[in-house]
Each structure stands twice: as structure tokens, then as C-alpha cells.
């Protein structure tokens, strides 16, 4: 069997989306990326997370998305997977919900941006939402075309991913990455924090726009993530 550790990571990284409460029913996928073999491994599609484990994990090619090692079908946003981890090189995990509060922005086409610190901690500004697909996009090959939709949305704004590790896909939900199944995970649970803050936010102002200053979001971000970081432990 074809790496079992990153199986295992992957696997466990979707448990936790339900114990974190960002998916319900069969919504949602983990996937996670070995760049030596350029090989992904992803949930399968349709799955009940309790009946889910490591060795039902789907192993894909990243180049042609063609199933390498798995008995079962690769999940159906599959193809988005592989499009960002194609254009996004540090990126190591991927993780996609329909979390309530993130898809409900989603929904709305309404990007979130940085107001307060709880934000600023872990997204260096403004986390955006994608313009809608066109007909032809959704009708012709629309998972691939929501990841290269993520990718132009980078690119055009020039975001950087690392720093924004989030993106909301206008009327979908919230795709979310990371260097780690940890991380990934991890970054997700935050969005949906944030996006339930900032929903209410808009509401308590009649959604005029809220942004923190760039002082401190640029203390708050800088102070976990950048050269002369101090947060945490040494």
C-alpha cells in the first residue's frame, strides 16, 4: 500500500473536520500532497465520515488525476485539489467544507475582510471571494474550473497564498490550505470563526464595510509569521 502515513494524516484530518463541526452528513474533503511523488491522497467521494478509514483513502496522480492505488471513487472535487496544489507549490494539504458561517458569505459573494486581530492572527488581510463561474465554466468541466477560478483569483489580485491561506468560491464555500494535514485543518476551524464574527459585524453595521488598521495587522500577523517572529515558544 502506497504511502500509509500520509493515508493516515489525511484520513484523520477529515475526522476532524467533523469533530471540529465544519462538515456534516458526507460534505466536505481532505486531501494531502506528496511532492516527491507527485502523488495525492483524497477522501473518497460519498463516504460517511464513521465509516471512513486510512485504507479506504483514494491515491491520485497529480498531473492527470488518474486513480493510482483505491478501490473506491476519488471525491468529486477532486480536480480542484489538484489545481491548486499545481499552482500553489507550498501547499501540502487542502481542505474544502460548507461551513455554515464561511458559506454563507460565500454565498453572498462577500469576501472577509481583516477586522481585528483575531483575523489578523492568522490572514494577512483581506480572505477573497472568487467572481461567480460562467455557464461554461460550470457546465464544461466545473471542478476543474473552480480550482483554476481559486488560482486566477491569486493571481489577478495578487494575494499571496501563504499569507491567505482561504479562499470563499462565490455561491460554493470555503476551500482552505496549509504546509500540514495540522495546519490545514487548523486554518479552517479559524475561518469559520472569523467568517461568524465578521457575518455579525456587517450586521451590527448594516454591512458597511469593517477593516482593521494596517498597523495592527501588520503587528498581529508579522508577530506569528514573520522574520522576527515572537509568539509562542522558541
Known amino acids: 500500500m502506497l504511502l500509509i502515513e500520509l493515508r493516515k494524516k489525511v484520513c484523520q484530518a477529515n475526522l476532524d473536520l467533523v469533530k471540529f463541526k465544519l462538515v456534516i452528513l458526507t460534505w466536505g474533503n481532505v486531501s494531502g500532497i506528496d511532492r516527491k511523488s507527485n502523488l495525492v491522497v483524497i477522501k473518497p467521494s460519498g463516504i460517511d465520515y464513521e465509516k471512513l478509514t486510512y485504507d479506504k483513502m483514494v491515491i491520485v496522480d497529480l498531473k492527470t488525476g488518474k486513480i493510482v492505488e483505491g478501490s473506491l471513487s476519488p471525491s468529486s472535487d ?3 485539489h489538484l489545481e491548486i496544489y499545481k499552482a500553489f507549490k507550498n501547499v501540502s494539504t487542502v481542505v474544502h467544507t460548507h461551513s455554515q458561517w464561511a458559506t454563507i458569505l460565500s454565498q453572498n459573494m462577500c469576501s472577509i475582510d481583516c477586522a ?3 483575523h489578523a492572527d492568522y490572514f494577512y488581510g483581506t480572505i477573497p471571494c472568487t467572481r461567480n463561474l460562467t455557464r461554461n465554466e460550470i457546465i464544461n468541466d466545473y471542478e476543474f474550473n473552480t480550482g483554476r477560478l481559486i488560482v486566477s483569483t491569486f493571481q489577478n489580485k495578487k494575494i499571496n497564498y501563504e499569507n491567505i491561506p482561504a479562499v470563499l468560491v462565490s455561491h460554493h464555500g470555503p476551500f482552505v490550505w496549509g504546509k500540514s494535514t495540522n495546519e490545514a485543518v487548523h486554518n479552517a476551524v479559524v475561518l469559520e470563526y472569523v467568517a461568524k464574527m465578521y457575518y ?5 453595521v448594516k454591512r ?3 477593516k482593521i488598521d494596517n498597523v495592527l495587522l501588520d503587528k498581529h500577523f508579522l508577530r506569528k509569521h514573520g522574520k522576527n517572529a515572537y509568539y509562542g515558544q522558541r
Not at 200 to 204: G, I, T, V
Open 78 to 80: 477532486t480536480p480542484t
Open 116 to 118: 481585528g486581530t483575531t
Open 200 to 204: 455579525f459585524n456587517l450586521s451590527l
Open 208 to 210: 458597511r464595510k469593517i
